[in-house]
């Protein structure tokens, strides 16, 4: 990585006119500016913020610098940056974040995340997702929480769907549940084809075949669990289920489930059983009854992906974190 060093010999200046011009460049010459700039973009040089920190610690500044796609605006995002602040000053080490949002410049964001100089750096995300991690972030420690990469390996902790629909289902059809119907997430996320095949193994060892059963995804956009009712009416005929049970892409699908189920005068888990996803913060125990859930594994993940960064970990391979079943009342 390009140093003050570099620019100011590129440019033909001082040291003292590269940092003028970083800090103050009204009190600098415009062509004498105009170098520098020029400098600094064909290095692609980073102002170092914490250059003082540093040299203060040692080589080895025991900083995290977390970024964050779109992750603060979800309430999962609690369970993972509070795990990674919590277990990094466990281990005398500091963390911080920058957030970046869809309609942001990714380079920009990268820049201002790599001015603090972290000693290593967690990519994290809304949501299971692929991403592309910006070349930037390679050159130092680099871990990735809730998402992989589509280039070349990074280190990845990521939830265990197959295994977490698996042992759900499994569990419900261990209850006597035999016709269920399944509301998936949209067809193009990737936890939905992971948790299916979750599903579908589970049917397979009870005797039941997954394609016979009725498959229903959901349309991308939060707007579309307004359609779930009208799905699910479309399988209730004459007041009467068409089903013994309902498998939910996540828990709030199956907030919509209830309504719909309890408004119709189908009880829960009398008439119809019924099992959620993620174990949304702050809502499954607030379902009547309580909801069966799968508990997203963010703390976990924010944990461990931590300590990768914290132990210096050079492997690069994916690591499937446990989801754990979470038996309530509504089946």
Not at 205 to 225: N, R, T, V, W
Not at 294 to 319: A, C, F, M, N
Request: aromatic share 6%; with cysteine; charged share 20%.
């Amino acid at each position: 990585m390009a140093s003050l060093k570099d620019v100011a010999r590129m440019a033909n200046v001082s040291l003292m006119t590269v940092s003028r011009a970083l800090n103050s460049p009204e009190r600098v010459k415009p062509e004498t500016l105009a170098r520098v700039q020029e400098a600094i973009l064909h290095l692609n040089y980073v102002p170092d913020l914490s250059a003082k920190q540093i040299r203060s610690v040692g080589t080895k500044n025991k900083t995290i610098g977390v970024l964050a796609l779109d992750t603060v605006t979800t309430p999962f995002s609690v369970e993972i940056t509070l795990s990674i602040e919590e277990t990094a000053r466990a281990h005398g080490w500091n963390s911080f974040v920058v957030n970046m949002f869809s309609d942001d410049n990714p380079d920009d964001i990268v820049d201002l995340l790599l001015a603090h100089r972290p000693g290593g750096i967690i990519f994290t995300t809304m949501g299971l997702r692929e991403v592309h991690v910006p070349p930037k972030l390679l050159m130092y420690p680099c871990v990735l929480a809730n998402c992989e990469n589509k280039g070349e390996p990074v280190a990845c902790y990521i939830p265990d769907d197959e295994q977490g629909q698996y042992t759900a289902v499994q569990a419900l059809l261990a209850a006597g549940y035999r016709r269920p119907i399944c509301l998936h997430l949209p067809i193009n996320h990737l936890a939905t084809s992971r948790r299916r095949k979750g599903l579908e193994r589970a049917c397979r060892e009870a005797s039941i075949d997954p394609d016979k059963l009725e498959h229903c995804y959901m349309q991308f956009g939060d707007e579309h669990y307004r359609d779930i009712p009208d799905i699910l009416l479309a399988h209730i005929h004459q007041g009467i289920p068409q089903f013994d049970s309902v498998i939910c892409g996540n828990d709030r699908i199956a907030f919509m489930v209830y309504q719909t189920l309890l408004a119709k005068g189908i009880s829960i888990p009398q008439d119809i059983g019924v099992i959620g996803y993620d174990n949304l913060v702050g809502i499954g125990n607030l379902f009547l009854p309580p909801l069966s859930t799968v508990q997203l594994p963010h703390y976990e993940i924010g944990r461990l992906s931590t300590l990768h960064i914290i132990k210096d970990d050079d492997r690069k391979e994916r690591v499937l974190v446990d989801s754990p079943w979470l038996s309530r009342e509504s089946f």
